[in-house]
């Protein structure tokens, strides 16, 4: 089937570790993003790729990195520098140039 | 800054009444506008907007968008329990960036 995973679905880190977070997608797409979304809050743009070895940064991308060195995969790494990590992290997909974007189940991250 | 407003934040009604969503948006380089349904997890995909005063219609959703103004709207009408969600609306840039709204919460009682 094709689609969009994320893994793992629920992450517990120490504070001041670092965690990667990954996006898988098998829908050929070129276009790729990670999202992160606060309890009872919409979707904030952290980072996005519209091509392989290329990304933006989006409206918080501060304390996150990434990489995309194949079309398929767009991990996600949340760095000690990122004071409040605790959220749940979203990773999408689409086509270029195209409206629609597809989703992945999110990874509920907590750092205790 | 691109910034997506959706009004009102939540909402509570009861089953049978209609609904109507607001989202405004501020950005540069506007491509289409898109809406999404939020369940549990992962958004699923309403709508997509591009051209002024075209009304899109899924069974009881509609939505329509106005360039001019810089706004949508959402319409849900005979609101049933199963359209309590979490309503997203996004603005697609030219330059493949996605900017979503707040979201508005929408609870339906029985």
């Known amino acids: 089937d094709g689609g969009i995973t994320q893994s793992p679905k629920y992450l517990f880190r120490k504070e001041g570790q670092n965690v990667t977070l990954s996006c898988e997608q098998n829908l050929n797409h070129d276009a790729m993003y990670w999202y992160r979304q606060d309890p009872g809050q919409g979707l904030r743009l952290i980072y996005y790729?519209?091509?392989?070895?290329?990304?933006q940064k989006g409206d918080i991308a501060e304390g996150y990195s990434v990489s995309r060195e194949k079309k398929e995969s767009f991990p996600l790494t949340v760095t000690s520098a990122q004071k409040n990590p605790t959220a749940f992290y979203l990773c999408?997909?689409?086509?270029?140039?195209?409206?629609?974007?597809?989703f992945g189940q999110g990874t509920r991250l907590t750092v205790v | 800054e691109d910034k997506v407003v959706q009004s009102p934040l939540s909402l509570v009604v009861h089953e049978g009444d209609t609904v109507t969503l607001n989202c405004s948006y501020e950005?540069?380089?506007?491509?289409?506008l898109l809406w999404y349904k939020q369940e549990k997890k992962a958004p699923t995909f309403l709508f997509m907007l591009?051209?002024?005063?075209i009304e899109k219609k899924s069974g009881r959703l509609s939505s329509i968008l106005d360039k001019k103004e810089l706004f949508s709207i959402l319409n849900i009408t005979a609101t049933q329990t199963g359209d309590s969600a979490v309503y997203l609306c996004a603005v697609d840039l030219y330059g493949n960036k996605l900017v979503f709204g707040a979201g508005t919460i929408l609870r339906v009682k029985s």
């Open positions: 591009t051209s002024s005063g």
């Open positions: 790729s519209q091509i392989v070895n290329d990304f």
């Open positions: 950005v540069t380089n506007f491509r289409s």
């Open positions: 999408a997909s689409r086509k270029q140039g195209a409206g629609e974007a597809f």
